[in-house]
């Protein structure tokens, strides 16, 4: 991990406030470059490009040579941790991730021992991207939250409304809690091994923050991400780490004050006056366009960006979407948007 003010994102995340909001973008790897597209075709699924560090170190880099973005976010997905803890996890085309959903009994099985070693060539991606990275340019790792990986692992999809783990966590508690555990447990791993591998900064996404009462909130959210900051942080002193509770809503400063988070991630749906208000000063924010802003572009995209940014101005800041780029985004706008941050 690298501390200075050489690399203005990762500054920003340790509350150095910068001349201009340094830039990334959620899912900045992706469908929307056709050089990704192509690259695609060399894997025989999304899990084997996620596993073979030359292609997903070309994937990492590829929006890095097309913009002038402030860091690479290392192409992974959230789902590589039930993988490596031994559940099936398949990614259909047009259906996205599909799992063999875990049960209260089979929870017990999962192979928490050997998920390191099973995770290996995303870790030598983060060490090809570290080195191949400008030195003023800030590697993200990453990992998906407990409460969003368990959603998946119980219901064997995404789904709107996250009904399957909602009613497992209150039918079955004490299963439901060793699952946390587990996850818990491998995220930190995971994670530090991601920073000696070469990352200066990992992001927690806690993508289905949403439809959860302030208990469950407080249980299956805040508590398993303080568990993990707190972990890193005793194996890694002073780690930088931005959370990303999409859905907090009035959750948001809790959220931040609980878990010791250095930064925090807003989605599109909080008011950056909001955020600006309770939130304090000194916490840096990250976000919160639109993604569907970009894909419209134009006046309305470069005014709302300009609020943002507005809004944000004395407090450190790092601009960004508020949820992943979609894959029907014009390059065009991509490359206004990072221009008109750019240019302060």
Known sequence: MTVGTTKP??????????????????????????????LRTKAKDFLELC???????EVTLQPL?????????????????????????????GEGPLLEPVTAESIHGLGVEGALDHLAPVLETVRRVRAALAPNKTLIGFCGSPW???????????????????????????????????????????????????????????????????????????????????????????????GFPR?????????????GVNAV?????????FADGHLPGHVPVQGNLDPLRLVAGGAQMEDRAREIISTFANRPHIFNLGH?????????????LVELVKAG
């Open 247 to 259: 859905g907090a809503a009035a959750n948001i400063a809790a959220y931040v004050a609980a878990t």
């Open 148 to 242: 969003t990986v368990a959603t998946y692992m119980i219901g064997g999809r995404g789904s709107p409304d996250q009904a399957a783990a909602r009613l497992f966590a209150l039918q079955h508690p004490e299963a439901f809690a060793k699952l946390i555990d587990i996850l818990v447990e491998t995220s930190i791993n995971y994670l530090v091994a991601q920073f000696e591998a070469g990352a200066d900064v990992v992001q927690l996404f806690e993508s289905w923050a949403l439809n959860l009462d302030d208990w469950a909130f407080q249980e299956r959210v805040i508590e398993p991400n303080r568990r993990i900051v707190e972990g890193v942080r005793a194996r890694v002193p002073n780690a930088p780490i931005i």
């Open 65 to 93: 040579r097309r913009f002038d973005l402030d860091a690479a976010i290392l192409f992974s997905d959230i789902l590589v941790i039930p993988d490596a803890l031994g559940q099936a996890v398949r990614f259909a085309t």
């Open 51 to 57: 596993y073979t560090p030359e292609l997903a170190t």
């Open 9 to 38: 994102l990762l500054a920003t995340v340790l509350g150095q406030r910068q001349e201009r909001p340094p830039i990334w973008i959620m899912r900045q790897a992706g469908r929307y470059l056709p050089e990704y597209r192509e």
């Open 324 to 336: 992943g780029i979609v894959p029907e985004t014009p390059i065009a706008h991509v490359a206004r």
């Open 265 to 273: 991630g807003l989605d599109y749906a909080t008011p950056p006056s």
